[in-house]
């Protein structure tokens, strides 16, 4: 008899724990609602930026006269010695 009661009292328990996690994930979800619509609207600021800056690029290309600055800029900014 011990051995049943303890069978239930264990079945109890998890049904009880499933229970309690099923309405704080529902409590969650509520909670967390307003902060999804925020980080969507700030993820699709973010996106328009980049598409924004990616269509301007040439906009914000600097003319410096140097052919190889791509592929030397730590000569040009540190001195080290030229790749090519």
């Given at each position: ?42 993820t ?21 006269g140097?052919k ?7 000569h040009y ?8």
């Amino acid at each position: 008899m011990i051995v049943q009661r303890e069978v239930y009292n264990f079945a109890l328990a998890e049904l009880l724990r499933t229970i309690e996690e099923s309405e704080l994930e529902k409590a969650l979800a509520n909670y967390l609602k307003p902060f999804e619509a925020k980080f969507e609207a700030k993820t699709e600021k973010k996106d328009d930026m980049w598409t924004d800056f990616l269509e301007n690029i040439d906009k914000y290309a600097v003319e410096t006269g140097i052919k190889d600055l791509a592929e030397n800029h730590d000569h040009y900014l540190y001195g080290t010695p030229k790749r090519t």
